[in-house]
């Protein structure tokens, strides 16, 4: 039954106005840079497809295309501690404005690469220049967001990620039975997007550094204990993460599903998030950290494990798994992160922390084949229900000198 027109408007002007008090709860500059991520992300659609397309388009064997993905994950692990760095010299516009334009440049110049070897090349060039942007964007959320608000804020952030993350993989899965240069020429046209949100609306962030601040350079960073014990904690779970790109993409491929299949089922992963993740985060804000993190990591390793099934229902299910440990761990990264850091290292910090998505995105193709060598199809999977059992441990057992830093 319809509701009666007054009930409906007075549900619009209720959800009107929670969307009002969210929105005054952060700085207008903060929403410049959520929306040109949501606008970038939603048309990230190379990377999803690159196995496919490297295959079924380039005609390559899978060994060469997990050799191409290592190259552009190789690239991902350079341009963290490059990015970091530019981020506190440079500073945070400069860092965005040079990757976000640089890297739509290069996606449209590897979309029209043939050889094997050009195309590894470029795929490592994608990664360095098209991912120089991310510290730069921890650090300026850190900037201009208070301390108490930042959980929310970076919550918000990956939600805005995941939301185009539902929508990318959908529309890649469907635009690559088309044409492949389109996902190149649409994601470069994304990136080029947000590149000119913050070349026209956002301005310096980078705090200016106090009269009697001892400067912190990378080697520090690199032999702060605390931090690099988080760091290697994260890299496990963003080593699982990344068995869901190629190495997935060719493990439903080999088992006989279209891209389409693969394309709606790490969809799921983005709609969940978008669903739930406004819900959880606002239960989890001001809990302790590691017991959820623990459980993050049992969630994510386990989950994957049930690709291990070959059922489709399976497939679907585990995607759901991980996605709920994802969910949990998103927002405690990024603050843990900006709590650990002086002001003066923000952008190192969070570059150095963002290498660990580029050392997984580089060593998870050929670490899941490896273990599909070794162990059979099931081998990436089993792996990850080892390293979320691992890194559950060990978070809470580290958990204390995290503390004494500050973190909750």
């Known amino acids: 039954m319809a509701l009666p027109r007054s009930a409906s408007s007075g549900t619009l002007s209720t959800v009107l106005a929670a969307l ?59 341009a963290g501690l490059v990015g970091g760095v530019l981020a506190d010299r440079l500073g945070r516009r400069a860092t965005m404005v040079l990757s976000l334009f640089g890297g739509a440049a290069m996606l449209v110049v590897l979309g029209e690469l043939r050889a094997p070897v050009a195309i ?72 080029a997007i947000y590149g000119v949100i913050i070349w026209r609306r956002v301005g310096e962030s980078r705090p200016a550094p106090a009269a009697d601040a001892t400067p912190v ?21 963003a080593l699982m993460f990344h068995q869901s790109t190629v190495v997935l993409s060719l493990h439903v491929e080999g088992l006989g599903y279209a891209a389409a299949t693969y394309g709606a089922m790490v969809a799921v992963n983005g709609i969940l ?15 302790a950290s590691a017991p959820l993190l623990a459980a993050a990591s049992l969630a994510c390793g386990w989950g994957m494990a049930l690709h291990a099934v070959t059922a489709l229902p399976a497939q679907f299910a585990a995607v759901a798994i991980w996605t709920t440990g994802e969910i949990l761990q998103s927002p405690f990264f ?54 979320g059992t691992v890194a559950a441990g060990l978070y809470l057992a580290t958990a204390a000198g995290r503390r004494a830093r500050g973190v909750a």
């Open 20 to 78: 009002s008090r969210v929105r005054a709860s952060l700085p207008e500059v903060y929403w410049l840079v959520w929306l040109g991520t949501l606008v970038n992300r939603a048309g990230s659609f190379v990377l999803p497809m690159l196995g496919y397309y490297l295959i079924e388009e380039r005609g390559l064997s899978r060994g060469t295309a997990v050799a191409i993905a290592t190259c552009h994950g190789a690239g991902m692990l350079t």
């Open 217 to 237: 350079h990378l080697g520090a960073v690199l032999t702060d204990r605390v931090f690099m014990i988080f760091v290697g904690l994260c890299l496990t779970q």
């Open 273 to 287: 998030i978008v669903l739930i993740q406004p819900l959880v985060s606002r239960w989890a804000e001001g809990r």
């Open 334 to 387: 990024a603050t843990t992160v900006s709590t650990l850091a002086p002001a003066s290292a923000r952008g190192r910090y969070q570059g150095v922390f963002g290498t660990t998505f580029g050392l997984a995105a580089m060593a998870a193709p050929s670490a899941g084949q490896a273990a599909v060598d070794g162990l059979g199809p099931s081998g990436p999977w089993l792996l990850c229900a080892a390293l």
């Open 120 to 191: 590894g090349v470029a795929g490592y060039v994608l990664g360095v220049v098209g991912d120089l942007y991310r510290p730069a964007v921890m650090a300026f959320v850190t900037d201009v967001v208070e301390p108490r608000d930042r959980h929310r804020a970076y919550a918000y952030l990956y939600w805005a990620i995941n939301l185009g993350f539902a929508i990318a993989p959908l529309a890649a899965g469907a635009l690559a039975g088309w044409s492949y240069r389109a996902l190149f020429l649409i994601d470069a046209a994304t990136m």
